[in-house]
């Protein structure tokens, strides 16, 4: 992620060329004097980690904003682990009649590194243009299903995932799933009886995301049992005793962590309106030119990301060169996985709609501070090249 590009107030005033640089995202997390209660219970406490008051205190207060039972939610370190571990609890690591994993090609590079670190040999499979997200109706079709051990459906850009089709894939078929919801604080909050249920939710607290602890995670599950599995592979394996029973890691969110996490959900409504803001000056600003309907932005997605569109490969290259040439910060968030150098294997496959959409979809500057005049500068330079 970058922080680069600190300042973000455009001068033009001086000159036609002074104009600084708007970073693609510029998070804003509790500051020290937020955070300093906090820090005084964990010296008194003298808990630092290993699921202590305040980490506990964290799962408690998400759980009822996503309205479930506290026990439902688990602490993870990062979104990754959250997602690793969630696969581990529900189906163990991968064996040798089930050693596949069904990951979409378009989403971000932990997906799928997720999967292969419960030992799964990650196929990648396309997208739906309309959702960017995998079909479960299609996916119950796939050749090798009887060689897959889970399925990771994302929720791309925090667009949530209904639990509905991926519940009756699962029942039919017989293959696990996880959904990689790494973006969805937010989103999942306005449903949560459709976004949350028997298929366990993976999602990430990282700086780029809109809620966020700096490096963290939950997994919300459906069930205290399952739970209690995640807590465990979080913690090698150890549950009431001091014995390795399950495979698993190191995965439990510091007291330290969890002290930002409060903090943050403190004064969530304000950071959450000063997003929604920015999203919404975007959207009037895209509108009075006639491209309103190429953005995509909260609250359909998660707030720290606003995506452009185009309509082709073309337009989205000569947009690129635009916002090069006035030094404002852009980013194609997710890659089509299957092409990256570690994920790629030969004979190349084809994902058109991954590859169309990993070129297509462009992330443009966010901050919960960015002001009005820099949003309108964005949109002044990205309209002179449609
Ligand atoms: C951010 C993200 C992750 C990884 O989360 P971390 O907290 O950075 O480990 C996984 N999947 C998707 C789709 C993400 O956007």
């Not at 990754?80 to 163990?92: N, R, V």
């Not at 997720?114 to 960017?132: H, M, N, T």
């Not at 399952?226 to 399950?246: H, I, K, P």
């Not at 995965?251 to 943050?264: D, T």
Request: include cysteine; charge should be neutral.
């Amino acid at each position: 992620m970058s922080n680069d590009g600190a300042n973000m107030n455009i001068r033009n005033q001086d000159n036609n060329c002074t104009r600084t640089r708007i970073p693609v995202l510029r998070p804003s997390l509790p500051d020290a004097n937020r955070l300093l209660p906090y820090l005084r219970r964990i010296d008194q406490n003298r808990v630092y980690s290993n699921f202590g008051p305040l980490s506990l205190e964290l799962g408690q207060r998400l759980a009822d904003r996503f309205q479930v039972n506290a026990e439902k939610v688990v602490c993870a370190n990062s979104g990754t682990t959250a997602l690793a571990t969630a696969i581990l609890a529900i189906t163990g690591r991968a064996t040798s009649r089930r050693p596949l994993a069904i990951v979409p090609s378009f989403t971000f590079a932990a997906t799928a590194l997720a999967a292969e670190i419960c030992g799964f040999e990650v196929i990648f499979s396309d997208v739906s243009a309309e959702s960017w997200g995998l079909e479960a109706d299609k996916l119950a079709s796939f050749p090798n299903l009887d060689r897959v051990g889970v399925v990771v459906p994302v929720a791309p850009f925090g667009r949530p995932v209904e639990q509905n089709a991926w519940r009756n894939f699962q029942e039919t078929t017989g293959v696990p799933v996880v959904i990689d919801a790494a973006a969805c604080f937010e989103t999942v909050a306005h449903s949560p009886h459709k976004y949350m249920g028997r298929i366990p939710v993976a999602m990430s607290f990282h700086a780029t995301k809109s809620f966020s602890c700096g490096e963290g995670g939950c997994v919300v599950v459906d069930n205290e049992e399952l739970a209690n599995r995640v807590t465990q592979c979080l913690n090698f394996g150890f549950f009431r005793a001091r014995e390795c029973e399950y495979p698993s890691m190191n995965g439990k969110m510091s007291e330290y962590h969890a002290a930002v996490g409060l903090a943050e959900l403190d004064h969530w409504t304000e950071k959450a309106t000063a997003m929604n803001r920015v999203s919404q000056i975007y959207r009037e600003n895209f509108s009075r030119r006639g491209i309103g309907h190429k953005l995509v932005s909260a609250p359909e997605i998660c707030s720290s990301y606003v995506l452009f569109v185009s309509t082709t490969e073309t337009e989205a290259i000569s947009i690129q060169s635009n916002l090069e040439s006035s030094s404002i910060g852009f980013r194609h968030w997710y890659g089509a996985l299957h092409r990256q150098k570690y994920f790629s294997r030969e004979p190349a496959q084809n994902l058109p709609v991954s590859e169309n959409l990993s070129k297509r979809i462009l992330g443009l500057p966010v901050a919960p501070d960015l002001d009005r005049d820099s949003i309108s500068f964005v949109c002044e330079t990205m309209d002179t090249g449609t």
